[in-house]
């Protein structure tokens, strides 16, 4: 079956450090979005990419970066400039065809910090 | 810019009972809209979606919503809650053109059903 597979379920950052997640899916869609959830305030985008090579700042992109070298991969890296990183971190995937196409998630990233 | 508001953080219904979550949107142009289904500790899950035909839209798991756009309100209905329907359930708008597509999602209504 087709979809978006995260890893790792869980994460924790040790302060000062840099770690990344890891998004890939097969569902040959050409764009992904990267977007952080906290209780209360639903999602909000990170970065999004609507093709290999080309990525966008998303609301809340600092402290984060990403990059798109593979059409199937789009890995986060959340850095040491981001002083409240502990969220739910989830990736998406749509076929870059417009506004009607729902976007497709994978089942996310629990982020802590130690 | 486009906007949605979810009307009640947390609804609690008796098992059987119908269940209502509030949507409203606002948007510059003729929306595209989404319900999203979340369990614990998983990612979104897509229940149903209108893209501009019929106004009342059957989703999965015997879900519906009604596009009011007088109202500019997109609520979610099932006529009898069953206890698996405990979960979050989110509302979206979608804008955009060719590959670009900007979503804002509300922050979510909290469903718990009740023995």
């Known amino acids: 079956d087709g979809g978006i597979t995260q890893s790792p379920k869980y994460l924790f950052r040790k302060e000062g450090q840099n770690v990344t997640l890891s998004c890939e899916q097969n569902l040959n869609h050409d764009a992904m979005y990267w977007y952080r959830q906290d209780p209360g305030q639903g999602l909000r985008l990170i970065y999004y990419?609507?093709?290999?090579?080309?990525?966008q700042k998303g609301d809340i992109a600092e402290g984060y970066s990403v990059s798109r070298e593979k059409k199937e991969s789009f890995p986060l890296t959340v850095t040491s400039a981001q002083k409240n990183p502990t969220a739910f971190y989830l990736c998406a995937s749509s076929s870059g065809q417009g506004a009607r196409q729902p976007q497709h998630f994978g089942d996310g990233t629990r982020l802590s910090i130690l | 810019a486009q906007s949605v508001t979810q009307l009640g953080s947390h609804v609690s219904v008796s098992e059987g009972a119908l269940v209502l979550l509030r949507c409203n949107y606002s948007?510059?142009?003729?929306?595209?809209l989404f319900w999203y289904v979340q369990y614990p500790n998983q990612g979104l899950q897509l229940l149903l979606k209108?893209?501009?035909?019929?106004?009342l839209v059957k989703g999965i798991n015997g879900f519906e919503a009604e596009f009011k756009k007088s109202e500019t309100s997109f609520h979610l209905t099932k006529p009898s809650a069953h206890m698996s329907d405990a979960a979050e359930y989110f509302c979206a708008v979608s804008e955009g053109s060719g590959g670009y597509q900007k979503v804002t999602f509300g922050t979510g209504t909290k469903l718990q059903v009740i023995p």
């Open positions: 990419s609507q093709i290999v090579n080309d990525f």
């Open positions: 948007s510059s142009v003729p929306p595209y």
């Open positions: 209108y893209t501009s035909a019929a106004t």
